[in-house]
């Protein structure tokens, strides 16, 4: 299973990032996929998640109102929209496939920054 995770970068407080994941060696559209993120010194947590049916989707408190999850499971793809965006959204973004409470497996994360 390959879960490769782009759309990183930099931005000022206030701005937008998408991030998305291409998925690869599972039925993707039998998974519920999700987002997690760890900042520096911090346990990872998680971010939001969209269940294989794509009629459910949950968040995190923190990432409310701001962030959308969505998927495309003709292209095996998981995005997340993340706006008006804060210093303390910076962390690694890790893309993740769920099975029951828990991740099953990782993609390699990429890096949001955002400055005040």
């Known amino acids: 299973v390959q879960l490769q995770a782009s759309g990183g970068g930099s931005v000022q407080a206030g701005g937008s990032l998408r991030l998305s994941c291409a998925a690869s060696?599972?039925?993707?559209?039998?998974?519920?996929m999700g987002w997690y993120r760890q900042a520096p010194g911090k346990e990872r947590e998680f971010v939001a998640s969209?269940?294989?049916?794509?009629?459910?989707?949950s968040y995190a408190d923190a990432v409310k109102g701001r962030f959308t999850i969505s998927r495309d499971n003709a292209k095996n793809t998981v995005s997340l929209q993340m706006n008006s965006l804060k210093p303390e959204d910076t962390a690694v973004y890790y893309c993740?496939?769920?099975?029951?409470?828990?991740?099953?497996?990782w993609g390699q994360g990429t890096l949001v920054t955002v400055s005040s």
């Open positions: 993740a496939g769920i099975y029951g409470p828990s991740p099953r497996y």
């Open positions: 060696g599972l039925t993707f559209n039998s998974w519920r």
């Open positions: 969209i269940r294989a049916s794509n009629s459910n989707t």
